[in-house]
């Protein structure tokens, strides 16, 4: 009998570390529980921004919390598979 191809499913988490008096940290994990990417309001994050994240700023992200939009990136950059879907993880 010949087996059907299934694709690889990517699931991934992000999950908030820290959303407190203006500071927000906040990691992507895949579903192995390996952090995959970071994000934060930082200027030692490799992008520094003084009015909160730049993912936001640029328009890729609606707010800190958007899921979607962050994905969106995360498949623009090609940390993500086509195929993967997100959670949130509070």
Wanted: aromatic share 10%; proline share 4%.
């Amino acid at each position: 009998m010949k087996r059907k191809f299934e694709p690889y499913h990517q699931q991934l988490t992000m999950v908030v570390d820290l959303n407190e008096r203006g500071w927000f940290k906040a990691h992507v994990e895949n579903q192995n529980g390996k952090t995959i990417f970071e994000l934060n309001n930082e200027a030692e994050n490799g992008w520094p921004s003084d009015d909160g994240l730049w993912l936001v700023e640029h328009g890729w992200m609606k707010h800190c919390h958007d899921k979607d939009g962050l994905l969106k990136y995360l498949r623009h950059i090609g940390a993500a598979k086509p195929t993967a879907t997100m959670n949130l993880m509070p």
